[in-house]
């Protein structure tokens, strides 16, 4: 396991102590000792194959990413992040479908749609944040004619170092993880309980990461409960990145 899995298991296993009112853990001295040492020098190695210096250099080479040959084969284009890099808050997708394959930006089809909606609901626009996808090419469908299909973990594990590098770059407050998928490939996890953790705030690389539902899943079952946990989540999120809170937004779902 690398270090900085180590690292966040850690600092998820404490907050879970501390939310439950735990103060005191009893930590062998051996170990604590090998936790104070530095973070060891690989860890800042860059992870793509070729050094980039800018957020420019690392799309241009994903734009150009050949490591998954049947998604080449079958992908119109690569999918690799839109908005502000320097942006506080980073929303973090699943893969792009076939309207952000054919446009070239995540988040344009209807599930787009609504997040671009919770986003105005927080007063943001697509600019004030970033959008990217654990997967930056369409998952593709040979025996389909039409729909989606998750990423496969393989597609994951290759992929993801894009993703790790546009973190690196861009240094958000705070990372939303949008379902379960964005979850598990963040957090290095195989099946995310997404209605477990959801709400519930988890660390990415020592950046809070905030679990909540994925807006086709919000479209698919569009109850007030589901909308209204998502706002909570959200709410949280803008408190942490030190939004204004109105009380009109503090109200929302509120008589439901
Ligand atoms: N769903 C995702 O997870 N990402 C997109 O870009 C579009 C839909």
Redesign the pocket.
Known sequence: MAYHQLLDATVNYLEGERSHGRRHVNVNPEKLSVLLRPLPKHSAKPIAETACDSMADLRAQALTCTRCEHLVASRKQV?FGVGNEAADILF??????A??DAQG????????GL?TKMLKAMDLAREDVY????LKCRPDTPNQRSG?RAPTAEEMTTCSPWLHRQIDFIQPKVIVA??K??VGGLLEMENAPITKMRGTWQTYRGIPLMPTF???YLLHKETMQNKRAVWEDLLAVMEKTGLPISDKQRGYFLNH
């Not at 973090?92 to 479908?97: H, S, T």
């Open positions: 999918v973090v997708g699943e893969a792009p479908g309207d952000e930006e995540p988040f344009v089809g209807a599930a787009g997040l959008i990217a996808n654990i989606n949008l379902g998928v964005a994925h807006p086709a």
